[in-house]
């Protein structure tokens, strides 16, 4: 069940975008934020790039930024109507991330940012695999979302801000292993970094079938 403060900071986007500013204050502001999963990506302008999940577009404004063809993707015509308002530049399809209403093998990156959290176990799984699915050969996703923390003094914190903000999905998602999943999908040359003391985490991993970030299995930075 979504809290109160949940629902008003959809309704109201000056809400959520403060939430949002508020939170990646501790990685350095929110363009650092949204810049974190696309370290180290060995892709061009040119690439083709899905951003999952799209919201009303913070991410997809830094992705335009880096690429010139993005997708952004999101289930709620509300939010696709007003990143469609603020990130003119992207292209915008109306869909669950589970069932994407996209070919196979078009895109070079998927990138989800901050919303995997919010999904049920099932509809997770379902979506790796749709992740998977629309990937090209050689491929990239980047995921962005909570980690438990590794400092014991933040563990107050995120469980405060989850009662205001969240739902039981984001206990859930502490306890999903995605780079295990990951690989059992199909995809290698997996990278992790942790960053807010443990909190956050960025994932990068490659569909199998070239060379990529380097090594094998998980890797992991702080």
Same mark, same amino acid.
């Given at each position: 069940?979504?809290?109160?403060?949940?629902?008003?900071?959809?309704?109201?986007?000056?809400?959520?975008?403060?939430?949002?500013?508020?939170?990646?204050?501790?990685?350095?502001?929110?363009?650092?934020?949204?810049?974190?999963?696309?370290?180290?990506?060995? $892709?061009?302008?040119?690439?083709?790039?899905?951003?999952?999940?799209?919201?009303?577009?913070?991410?997809?404004?830094?992705?335009?930024?880096? %690429?010139?063809?993005?997708?952004?993707?999101?289930?709620?015509?509300?939010?696709?109507?007003?990143?469609?308002?603020? &990130?003119?530049?992207?292209?915008?399809?109306?869909?669950?991330?589970?069932?994407?209403?996209?070919?196979?093998?078009? %895109?070079?990156?998927?990138?989800?940012?901050?919303?995997?959290?919010?999904? @049920?176990?099932?509809? $997770?799984?379902?979506?790796?695999? @749709?992740?998977?699915?629309?990937?090209?050969?050689?491929?990239? &996703?980047?995921?962005?979302? %909570?980690?438990?923390?590794?400092?014991?003094?933040?563990?107050?914190?995120?469980?405060?801000?989850?009662?205001?903000? @969240?739902?039981?999905?984001?206990? !859930?998602?502490?306890?999903?292993?995605?780079?295990?999943?990951?690989?059992?999908?199909?995809?290698?040359?997996?990278? !992790?970094?942790?960053?807010?003391?443990?909190?956050?985490?960025?994932?990068?991993?490659?569909?199998?079938?070239?060379?990529?970030?380097?090594?094998?299995?998980?890797?992991?930075?702080?």
């Amino acid at each position: 069940m979504a809290t109160i403060l949940r629902s008003l900071s959809y309704r109201y986007q000056w809400l959520y975008d403060s939430i949002s500013a508020v939170a990646a204050l501790s990685v350095g502001g929110i363009g650092r934020f949204h810049r974190l999963p696309l370290a180290d990506l060995p $892709l061009g302008r040119e690439a083709n790039v899905l951003d999952l999940c799209c919201g009303c577009g913070q991410a997809t404004q830094v992705l335009v930024q880096h %690429f010139d063809r993005v997708t952004g993707l999101d289930a709620s015509p509300r939010s696709l109507g007003r990143a469609q308002a603020q &990130v003119p530049q992207a292209h915008y399809v109306q869909g669950f991330a589970e069932a994407m209403p996209l070919e196979a093998e078009q %895109f070079d990156l998927v990138h989800s940012s901050a919303a995997l959290h919010e999904m @049920e176990p099932e509809q $997770l799984r379902q979506i790796l695999r @749709e992740i998977h699915r629309v990937l090209k050969p050689q491929g990239y &996703v980047t995921l962005l979302d %909570f980690h438990p923390p590794q400092t014991p003094f933040l563990w107050p914190g995120l469980a405060l801000f989850f009662w205001l903000f @969240e739902t039981e999905t984001a206990w !859930q998602f502490l306890e999903a292993d995605l780079g295990h999943r990951l690989g059992d999908l199909g995809f290698g040359n997996c990278r !992790q970094r942790l960053y807010a003391g443990g909190s956050l985490q960025v994932l990068q991993a490659q569909k199998q079938g070239g060379g990529g970030l380097g090594g094998g299995g998980l890797g992991g930075d702080r």
